[in-house]
């Protein structure tokens, strides 16, 4: 079927002439826009039926060229997608596995103690107890005792507690394995949710980037196998974002107030959603964290409050003294974290420069935000990724598993870029993100001899990257998407026609 829709935008176009012509296959739906100036010329894709059209003026550059005579014609997406899923069975899981019954055969169980041992708390204690550091560390030290060191302070909200509660109930390596089946399965739905709207109808392509994030190592080592939460956070930020895509905002709220869990992970979301006028999804919010502190407040009794307060005001000076994390400033990924590995960072002209780009930069996103708020399907997604991306980076408190979050803004910036069919910068950005990927596998090794840890500057890079591609999205205007809807629309009622 062959369609040709000329539309005249002379007014709004001062005065330029335009030519839509609309080709429809059982696979895509192609729109070419031509304009008489030569400068703006646009090549803009629709997805439709039983594939998705992602046609751009510029598709055929890419930065890397196959080389075809010395390994012969390049291999289609179903042979490299297979070729990474067998490289990570066979390279990944299969090596973890073991890894993982060496872990249960010795008794580490890696940060599994925290949570284990506060559900313990709930069940045996009076909710007073539930923030005494020295009974904390009794516990933790009966679960599983440390070889060097000495297990920090559990800072996690009461509802946390009260979650791990059923764990507490049975042995401890059985609750491990429970929470690993649950953790996986967490991080799986909020990719999967992210790549659904990433990748419409398009299986490989889906495939593909689901292999990378489950390859993504602070996932597997510091979030899977050490028993962590942060796969809470991942299946919770993917579902907020498909719920608002959805027209579902208070729903999307309610899902984002699951993050209290670690209110350091809304340092900058909670903002975002007053800058972009999310005022829905604010209630949303709200009502869902009122339930949580509720449910808490009915099953502890409201004095845990003031407890929990009280030994929030403690954790910091406690951590640094008595726990693990003064031992392990190289697992973190935030800039402060950096400041300390850096000579002089922490000195009055480091932390000034320190602040100094912290307010740059926030500002800078403050009134990016501001006015994206009636921007397109790729300016949201691009303020999504953007916001994510820096609460990794300018925040107080961001350990390496909180960093599986990235898999989100990736996915969302990909989306995004794919959208406005920015071929080039297309390119640029997956080369960072195999790079980021990469570097993530030997970062820690690297931070803990030297000091300096290399994800954080390469987050730091990816968010400049982010906020100037959200800029440059809210400056790109083109009025072709009304030719495209149109001529779409009209093939498909032309299709719902009898015979």
């Known amino acids: ?7 005249d935008f002379a007014g709004a176009l001062q005065s330029r002439k335009i030519g839509a012509e609309l080709v429809n296959s059982d696979e895509t739906i192609e729109a070419t826009v031509t304009l008489e100036n030569p400068k703006y010329s646009y090549g803009i894709g629709a997805a439709t039926g039983r594939g998705a059209a992602f046609c751009m003026a510029l598709r055929k550059k890419g930065l890397i060229r196959w080389p075809d005579r010395l390994l012969g014609p390049r291999p289609g997406l179903k042979e490299v997608t297979l070729v990474c899923w067998c490289l990570f069975v066979s390279c990944l ?18 940060d599994f103690v925290y949570f284990y041992g506060i559900g313990h708390l709930a069940n045996e204690h009076s909710p007073a107890k539930l923030y005494d550091y020295g009974l904390q560390l009794k516990i933790f030290n009966q679960i599983e ?27 401890f390596r059985l609750a491990y394995i429970l929470w690993l089946g649950i953790s996986l399965a967490l991080y799986l739905v909020g990719v999967m949710a992210t790549i659904k709207g990433t990748f419409p109808k398009e299986r490989l392509k ?3 980037a689901l292999c990378f994030a489950l390859a993504y190592p602070p996932f597997l080592m510091n979030t899977l ?9 991942v299946c919770c930020t993917g579902l ?3 719920l608002e895509r959805r027209s579902k905002p208070i729903v999307s709220g309610l899902a984002l107030s699951v993050l209290t869990y670690k209110p350091t992970l809304l340092i900058l979301l909670l903002p975002m959603l007053l800058l972009t006028r999310r005022l829905k999804t604010l209630v949303g919010f709200v009502t869902g964290t009122a339930i949580l502190v509720l449910v808490s407040t009915a099953s502890m009794g409201i004095q845990v409050w003031p407890v929990y307060a009280h030994f929030l005001r ?8 008595e726990g693990r994390t003064a031992l392990l400033r190289w697992q973190f990924v935030d800039l402060n974290s950096l400041s300390y590995a ?5 000195s009055g002209l480091g932390l000034t420069i320190l602040i100094g780009v912290a307010i740059m930069a926030l500002l800078w996103l403050a009134i990016l935000l501001w006015k994206s708020s009636a921007g397109s399907k790729p300016v949201q997604s691009l303020a999504w990724a953007t916001v994510i991306t820096w609460t990794l980076v300018l925040n107080v408190y961001v350990p390496i598993y909180d960093s599986i979050l990235l898999t989100v803004a990736l996915l969302l910036t990909l989306g995004a870029l794919r959208d406005l069919e920015w071929n080039h910068a297309g390119g640029w950005f997956i080369s960072l993100a195999v790079l980021i990927i990469a570097v993530s596998w030997i970062t820690e090794p690297i931070a803990k001899s030297h000091g300096i840890q290399l994800l954080t500057i390469l987050l730091f890079a990816l968010g400049l990257w982010q906020a100037a591609q959200l800029q440059r999205a809210m400056q790109f205007r083109t009025p072709f998407n009304g030719v495209v809807q149109s001529a779409v629309e009209r093939n498909n009622h032309l299709e719902n026609l009898p015979g």
């Open 93 to 110: 899981v299969v090596p973890i596995s073991v890894a993982l019954w060496f872990h249960w055969r010795t008794g580490s169980l890696g």
């Open 1 to 7: 079927m062959y369609l040709s829709a000329p539309v």
């Open 342 to 346: 850096v000579p002089r960072g922490r």
């Open 314 to 321: 403690l954790f910091g000076q406690v951590s640094r003294t």
């Open 225 to 233: 196998m050490n028993g962590q939460l942060a796969s809470v956070a």
């Open 206 to 208: 889906g495939s593909l």
């Open 240 to 242: 907020a974002i498909a």
């Open 145 to 171: 005792p440390l070889q060097e060191g000495t297990w920090g302070p559990s800072p996690y909200p009461p509802f946390v507690a009260l979650f791990f509660s059923p764990f507490a109930r049975v042995p």
